[in-house]
T-cell receptor
Framework: AQKVTQAQTEISVVEKEDVTLDCVYE???????LFWYKQPPSGELVFLIR??????QNEISGRYSWNFQKSTSSFNFTITASQVVDSAVYFC????????????FGGGTRLMVKP | GAGVSQSPSNKVTEKGKDVELRCDPI?????LYWYRQRLGQGLEFLIY????????KSGLPSDRFSAERTGESVSTLTIQRTQQEDSAVYLC?????????????FGPGTRLTVT
């Protein structure tokens, strides 16, 4: 069965520190997608990134970077020079079957960035 | 353009009453999803609509839950005879298509409290 595990339930850092959020997944599919979403205190989920399992290149977007390791079934997310506005709950997700795009989510990691 | 909207934003109801939650997807999005998020937890898939196809109801937790969608527009999630364990935030999302990999855009959610 498809499963996403985010072992870190809560992380607290001081502004400007780098922080990595872990995501480990299980899938029976040979090709799949992985997603990261951000849920700020306002509650609305914001899409961050989509990764196709064909592409193992790491991706960087500003202060955000993602490390996809198919061999270890991990898709970790790093924020460089964290800011208070990065405080949110972050979710990793993948579609749970081939019939559609319904997502199974990890439990989320709450990141608190203190000034 | 307009994002996904949901109403009401908050709903308090007494145990045993029926409630209806509404979702307006992004115009032109053929796929629509309902998820539930219990306090401090990740999202659980409930139901998925794709165009005029039969919905995927595999995530509905009991027969007290049902949903409808008119064509490719508004969807309503109905919970009959509400129970306290139904208290959660109900999130709606839409995507351009239902195939795996399409980004889902989430609404702000409806916070349901059953007293």
């Amino acid at each position: 069965a498809q499963k996403v595990t985010q072992a870190q339930t809560e992380i607290s850092v001081v502004e400007k520190e780098d922080v990595t959020l872990d995501c480990v997944y299980e899938t029976r599919d040979t090709t799949y997608y992985l997603f990261w979403y951000k849920q700020p205190p306002s509650g609305e989920l914001v899409f961050l990134i989509r990764r196709n399992s064909f592409d193992e290149q790491n991706e960087i977007s500003g202060r955000y970077s993602w490390n996809f390791q198919k061999s270890t079934s991990s898709f970790n997310f790093t924020i460089t020079a964290s800011q208070v506005v990065d405080s949110a709950v972050y979710f990793c997700a993948l579609p749970f079957n081939n019939a559609g795009n319904m997502l199974t989510f990890g439990g989320g990691t709450r990141l608190m960035v203190k000034p | 353009g307009a994002g996904v909207s949901q109403s009401p934003s908050n709903k308090v109801t007494e145990k045993g009453k029926d409630v209806e939650l509404r979702c307006d997807p992004i115009s032109g999005h053929t796929a629509l999803y309902w998820y539930r998020q219990r306090l401090g937890q990740g999202l659980e898939f409930l139901i998925y609509f794709q165009g005029n196809s039969a919905p995927d109801k595999s995530g509905l937790p009991s027969d007290r839950f049902s949903a409808e969608r008119t064509g490719e527009s508004v969807s309503t999630l109905t919970i009959q005879r509400t129970q306290q364990e139904d208290s959660a935030v109900y999130l709606c999302a839409s995507s351009e298509a239902g195939a795996r990999g399409y980004e889902q855009y989430f609404g702000p959610g409806t916070r349901l409290t059953v007293t």
